[in-house]
């Protein structure tokens, strides 16, 4: 059965023009095609299209729902894409109920993608600046796009725009996903039953990778000395992941991926014993 992924956004946020970019980044080969799916209620009717995720490491069938109004029916998606306009406040409202109403639903990938045609315009900046604390606040990924400018254009070593949407997509461990080298895939939680408790707590949540779907880590190094060569393996890739001066954006993409299979490598993957 295919993943699912939740894109959501008011009436006229750009919700479609960012699934179709998505598609078009994952390299779907036939014309983009939506299925209209109705609901038990015509307000929650949608489009669907499906794809396939593919990286060096896995792949996985996903499906696109675009949806404007979701009722209650979020809890079977993993992944969750929050569309509006940054020169529309009413639409930025409907994102803010939107995740509000889903607080205790934890996603793998939760995006607030804020479309833009231009350059952001006088007063624009002071939303998204609020917008983005929000985000913040709430645990969100908030992600710029702007769908006049190819982020393939931009010098900066920060992924943004659509390609960090796809990179989010890439590197959320899906139900679905099946390893291209023959191992099974790691076992993921059920997310209608996982709530973020740092949100119950009144806690603000923090701008990291969300750990929803991993497992935990098998038994770490028995010796100091094992965990020292450890740390200093890590040090050794995140370097060359985070110097810009001599790799291009794919090839950081692609070396991240790595560190983080090599990581779980040295940390012991391949030991099957569970003493649990």
Same mark, same amino acid.
């Given at each position: 059965?295919?993943?699912?992924?939740?894109?959501?956004? %008011?009436?006229?946020?750009?919700?479609?023009?960012?699934?179709? !970019?998505?598609?078009?980044?994952?390299?779907?080969?036939?014309?983009?095609?939506?299925?209209?799916?109705? %609901?038990?209620?015509?307000?929650?009717?949608?489009?669907?299209?499906?794809?396939?995720?593919?990286?060096?490491?896995?792949?996985?069938?996903?499906?696109?729902?675009?949806?404007?109004?979701? /009722?209650?029916?979020?809890?079977s998606y993993e992944a969750c894409l929050c569309?509006?306009?940054?020169?529309? =406040?009413?639409?930025?409202?409907?994102? &803010?109920?939107?995740?509000?109403?889903?607080?205790?639903?934890?996603?793998?990938?939760?995006?607030?993608?804020?479309?833009?045609?231009?350059?952001? !315009?006088? %007063?624009?900046?002071?939303?998204?600046?609020?917008?983005?604390?929000?985000?913040?606040?709430?645990?969100?990924?908030?992600?710029?796009?702007?769908?006049?400018?190819?982020?393939?254009?931009?010098?900066?070593?920060?992924?943004?725009?659509?390609?960090?949407?796809?990179?989010?997509? &890439?590197?959320? #461990?899906?139900?679905? *996903?099946? #390893? =291209?080298?023959?191992?099974?895939? +790691? +076992?993921?939680?059920?997310?209608?039953?996982?709530?973020? $408790?740092?949100?119950?707590? %009144?806690?603000?949540?923090?701008?990291?990778?969300?750990?929803? /779907?991993?497992?935990? +880590?098998?038994?770490? +190094?028995?010796?100091?000395?094992?965990? $020292?060569?450890?740390? &200093? &393996?890590?040090?050794?890739? @995140?370097?060359?992941?985070?110097?810009?001066?001599?790799?291009?954006?794919?090839? @950081?993409?692609? @070396?991240?991926?790595? *560190?983080? #299979?090599?990581?779980?490598?040295?940390? /012991?993957?391949d030991d099957a014993s569970d003493s649990d």
């Amino acid at each position: 059965m295919a993943s699912r992924v939740l894109v959501l956004g %008011g009436a006229a946020a750009a919700k479609q023009d960012v699934a179709e !970019a998505v598609l078009k980044k994952m390299n779907v080969d036939t014309t983009i095609a939506w299925n209209k799916v109705e %609901g038990n209620d015509e307000d929650v009717s949608y489009l669907a299209h499906s794809m396939t995720i593919s990286t060096k490491y896995y792949t996985a069938p996903v499906e696109l729902h675009v949806h404007t109004c979701v /009722g209650d029916d979020w809890a079977s998606y993993e992944a969750c894409l929050c569309v509006w306009d940054a020169a529309d =406040k009413s639409s930025w409202s409907h994102v &803010q109920d939107a995740v509000e109403r889903m607080q205790d639903h934890s996603f793998d990938a939760f995006l607030s993608i804020a479309v833009s045609s231009n350059g952001a !315009a006088e %007063g624009e900046s002071t939303s998204l600046q609020h917008a983005l604390d929000w985000c913040i606040d709430h645990g969100v990924e908030h992600v710029p796009f702007n769908l006049t400018k190819s982020s393939d254009s931009l010098t900066n070593d920060e992924t943004s725009g659509i390609d960090r949407v796809v990179e989010a997509l &890439q590197c959320t #461990m899906w139900k679905s *996903m099946e #390893m =291209k080298d023959g191992r099974a895939a +790691p +076992p993921v939680v059920n997310h209608a039953t996982t709530v973020d $408790e740092s949100r119950d707590e %009144g806690n603000p949540a923090v701008d990291l990778p969300t750990t929803a /779907g991993v497992p935990s +880590p098998p038994s770490a +190094p028995d010796t100091v000395d094992d965990f $020292e060569a450890l740390l &200093q &393996q890590v040090h050794a890739i @995140r370097s060359q992941v985070t110097n810009p001066s001599n790799v291009s954006d794919d090839e @950081r993409r692609e @070396r991240a991926a790595e *560190m983080a #299979m090599k990581l779980w490598s040295l940390l /012991g993957d391949d030991d099957a014993s569970d003493s649990d």
